[in-house]
């Protein structure tokens, strides 16, 4: 399987390259395969910075930190931001709510790891997580579907993908991955 395809013209990298580095690396990450597997699909992949729905400069995953217009990254360096990323969503995951590893864990990372620790921490659903409403907690996921004040269920406002994410995120949070 090649590293690179093209896309419209663009060249994206190969979620299933980048996770394949991950796995052979020693990560200690508690979010589980089919978490990151989840994670890195819904982010997508793309070697070169481009602006994200958020107008934010991305790279490899969904990596923001410190990513210019003009920037690219090799799948090594895509696999080492999504690590790193992963464990500071984790990070904060940890210090604000105690989960079992599962689907439910891996669905806080990924609000995390999307919406950032301030929304995490100032939200409702882990208002419902530390309440031990895990269940209820998942059905906050829809929403979550503005990006800087856009409502991404209009279609015009060009986010439409933000509003199948929240509708995954609910289902594999209620569900697990098999109904996914």
Not at 26 to 49: M, R, Y
Not at 97 to 102: D, E, H, I, Q, S
Request: with cysteine; proline share 2%; aromatic share 10%.
């Amino acid at each position: 399987m090649s590293k690179w395809k093209t896309t419209s013209g663009a060249i994206t990298c190969v979620v299933a390259s980048v996770l394949a580095v991950v796995a052979g690396t020693d990560h200690h990450l508690k979010t589980s395969p089919d978490g990151l597997a989840f994670i890195s699909n819904l982010e997508g992949c793309s070697s070169v910075a481009y602006q994200c729905s958020a107008d934010r400069w991305t790279a490899g995953l969904g990596h923001t930190k410190n990513v210019k217009e003009g920037d690219s990254a090799n799948t090594e360096q895509i696999a080492d931001w999504f690590i790193e990323d992963i464990a500071a969503a984790e990070k904060v995951v940890n210090r604000e709510v105690t989960l079992p590893a599962g689907p439910k864990y891996d669905m806080a990372v990924s609000f995390v790891f999307n919406l950032g620790a301030g929304n995490f921490r100032s939200s409702t659903y882990l208002k419902k997580l530390k309440a031990g409403q895990l269940d209820a907690a998942c059905y906050e996921f829809p929403r979550w579907v503005y990006v800087n004040g856009k409502d991404c269920r209009i279609d015009g406002n060009h986010c439409s993908g933000i509003v199948t994410r929240r509708l995954a995120e609910k289902e594999v949070c209620l569900y697990g991955y098999s109904q996914h």
